[in-house]
Nanobody, 124 residues
Framework: QVQLVESGGGLVQAGGSLRLSCATS????????MGWFRQAPGKERNFVTA????????YYADSVKGRFSISRDNAKNTVYLQMSSLKPEDTAVYYC?????????????????WGQGTQVTVSS
């Protein structure tokens, strides 16, 4: 059974930075494309960023382009989300997701495995 565990969330002031981590276990990490999604209270879960299984391609939502960066470390079975220049509208629960190989990585229902989420709160 594949498990994903997010960490690194917290409270930060606007303009600050956070790095989220998503550690995976129970599968072959190098075969997974990985994504980050977020969900604010009362809103749908939205795509944030994704990285292909090879690490060669990354995708970003327009709202985070230039501020967020996704990366992966296959030796540690971990994907990271570096968030900078944070805004109050970035406040949400952030979820890590995984799927084998390729797909439409901007779409939540393309992913097979999900973490439990980590809260990010950006104060103004």
């Amino acid at each position: 059974q594949v498990q994903l565990v997010e960490s690194g969330g917290g409270l930060v002031q606007a303009g600050g930075s956070l790095r989220l981590s998503c550690a995976t276990s129970g599968g072959t990490f190098s075969m997974y494309s990985m994504g980050w999604f977020r969900q604010a209270p009362g809103k749908e879960r939205n795509f944030v960023t994704a990285i292909s299984w090879s690490g060669g391609t990354t995708y970003y939502a327009d709202s985070v382009k230039g501020r967020f960066s996704i990366s992966r470390d296959n030796a540690k079975n971990t994907v990271y989300l570096q968030m900078s220049s944070l805004k109050p509208e970035d406040t949400a629960v952030y979820y890590c997701a995984a799927r084998y190989y390729s797909g439409n990585l901007r779409t939540a229902n393309e992913y097979t495995y999900w973490g439990q989420g980590t809260q990010v709160t950006v104060s103004s």
